[in-house]
């Protein structure tokens, strides 16, 4: 099983970017899935996640901006992301718990896609 990224790229502050990530290889269902982010010399942080039969947690700093969702198959997940600011410029990462042929879980990361803000 891999996480497939998709969606980054360069936008003006106040802009909208859609992630996406997609589950590929067999696997029973999408447990856990969301996205953080690295800035250059910071740790990653946590921006969102989905936990099937959970509230959808979200980062007091993208709260109101950035939604999640998960496609209706269940093998893919999105990140819309609305209000960009300049501080928001980073790597972002799909991350997601999968429950996988065998019914083990497993935790797995997307290969990061770059987002960049410009003022």
């Known amino acids: 099983v891999q996480l497939v990224e998709s969606g980054g790229g360069s936008v003006q502050s106040g802009g909208s970017l859609r992630l996406s990530c997609v589950v590929s290889g067999p696997f029973f269902r999408i447990t856990k899935m969301g996205w953080y982010r690295q800035a250059p010399g910071n740790q990653r942080e946590l921006v969102a996640m989905f936990s099937r039969g959970e509230i959808t947690n979200y980062a007091d700093a993208v709260k109101g901006r950035f939604t999640i969702d998960i496609d209706g198959a269940g093998t893919a997940g999105y990140q819309q992301m609305n209000s960009l600011k300049p501080e928001e410029p980073a790597v972002y990462y799909c991350?997601?718990?999968?429950?996988?042929?065998?019914?083990?879980?497993?935790?797995?990361w997307g290969q990061g896609t770059q987002v960049t803000v410009s003022s």
């Open positions: 991350y997601a718990t999968i429950l996988e042929l065998g019914y083990t879980q497993n935790d797995h």
